[in-house]
C-alpha cells in the first residue's frame, strides 16, 4: 500500500460558520514544472530562487490546486466554481463531484452555481459530457464578466482557446442565469463584489452570518507566495495585468485591515485562511482551528 498518494491527502474540509455550513472541496491539482510562467514574469531565476527559498519552496515548480467552496444557509446550497470537468479516479483534478457526494451534497442539492470568472478550471465542470452537472441548479455570474466573453471585447488573444470553451459552456445556460452587479445579493447573507483584472469581470463573494464572514475571492491571487508577497509582479494569468494588481492589492490591503478569512481557489488546501500583512508586504496565513472555537 503506498499511503503517499492523493488516496489519503485530505480533500473536503468543512466548517461552520454563523449560521452557514461551508466545506471547501479539492476539485484536484496539477505539478507545473516552471514558476516563471505563469508567475513573477517581471523576475529573474536568481530572484524567484531567492524567493522560493526563503518560503522553503522548491524553485522549478508549484502544485497548482484547484479548491471550489460549497455554502449552505437559509435552506440553499450554493456551489463557488466548478472546477475541471468530472474525471476518472486516476486523474488529477476533474474530482469536484465525486468529492461533493462524500461531502454529503449529491448533484441535484446545489441549488445554486455562482461563478467568479469564466477560465477554463471554474467552468468546465458545469457540464458532465452532454448534460448540465447540477440539474437542479440555477446560475449567478458577473454581467461584465459574461458580456466581455460572449462579445469577445477585452479577451487577449492567448484566451481565444479559454472563449470557445465558454461559448460552449456557458451561453446554453443564460435561461437559467443571474447576471450580477457589484453590492448585488445572492441570497440572504451572501453578496457579490467586483474585483475585475484577473478576468475582465471577476466577481468575489461575501458571506456574513451573525457576524461572521467568509470572502471568497476566486483568483485575486493565484500563489500564497508569489501573489501575496509581490502582489504588483506580473502574473500571465491575468488577463489585464495593471488592472488586476489594482485589485489585488486593495483586497489584500482590505482583507489585512479587517482580519477577514478567505476562502481562495488556488491557495494551498483547505484553501481557508486569512491575510497579515508584514514590512510592505502580505503573507498567507492558514486557518487552522479558527471556525473550531
Ligand atoms: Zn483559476
Keep these: 500500500m503506498n499511503i503517499i498518494n492523493d488516496t489519503y491527502r485530505s480533500t473536503i474540509h468543512p466548517f461552520a460558520l454563523g449560521e452557514a455550513v461551508v466545506s471547501t472541496i479539492q476539485d484536484g491539482a496539477h505539478i507545473r514544472d516552471a514558476i516563471n510562467p505563469p508567475f513573477a514574469l517581471d523576475k529573474s531565476d536568481e530572484e524567484i530562487a531567492q524567493i522560493a527559498a526563503s518560503n522553503n519552496l522548491p524553485a522549478h515548480g508549484f502544485e497548482s490546486g484547484y479548491t471550489p467552496t460549497v455554502i449552505r444557509i437559509g435552506g ?69 464578466e459574461f458580456d466581455a466573453w460572449s462579445s469577445g471585447e477585452g479577451i487577449p488573444e492567448q484566451r481565444a482557446g479559454t472563449r470557445d470553451i465558454f461559448l460552449k459552456l456557458i451561453p446554453p445556460l443564460a435561461d437559467r442565469m443571474t447576471f450580477l452587479e457589484d453590492g448585488d445579493s445572492v441570497v440572504s447573507g451572501l453578496t457579490a463584489e467586483a474585483a475585475f483584472g484577473h478576468s475582465p469581470g471577476h466577481m468575489m463573494y461575501r458571506l456574513e452570518s451573525r457576524g461572521k464572514s467568509l470572502l471568497i475571492w476566486g483568483d485575486v491571487t493565484n500563489h500564497f507566495v508569489f501573489s501575496l508577497q509581490y502582489p504588483d509582479s506580473l502574473v500571465g494569468f491575468d488577463d489585464d495585468k495593471d488592472l488586476a494588481i489594482q485589485t489585488r492589492n486593495r483586497v489584500l490591503d482590505m482583507v489585512a485591515t479587517d482580519g477577514l478569512m478567505v476562502s481562495g481557489f488556488h491557495m494551498p488546501f483547505p484553501s481557508i485562511g486569512y491575510v497579515e500583512r508584514t514590512d510592505g508586504h502580505f503573507r498567507w496565513t492558514p486557518a487552522t482551528y479558527q471556525a473550531r472555537m
Design 76 to 144: 440553499q446550497t450554493i456551489l463557488f466554481d466548478t472546477g475541471f470537468a468530472p474525471l476518472g479516479a486516476d486523474e488529477p483534478a476533474g474530482h469536484l463531484k465525486r468529492r461533493l457526494a462524500h461531502a454529503g451534497y449529491a448533484p441535484k442539492d446545489i441549488d445554486i452555481v455562482a461563478f467568479t470568472h469564466c477560465h477554463p478550471d471554474h467552468i468546465l465542470g458545469v457540464m458532465d459530457g452532454n448534460t448540465p452537472t447540477y440539474p437542479n441548479a440555477r446560475y449567478v455570474i458577473g454581467r461584465k
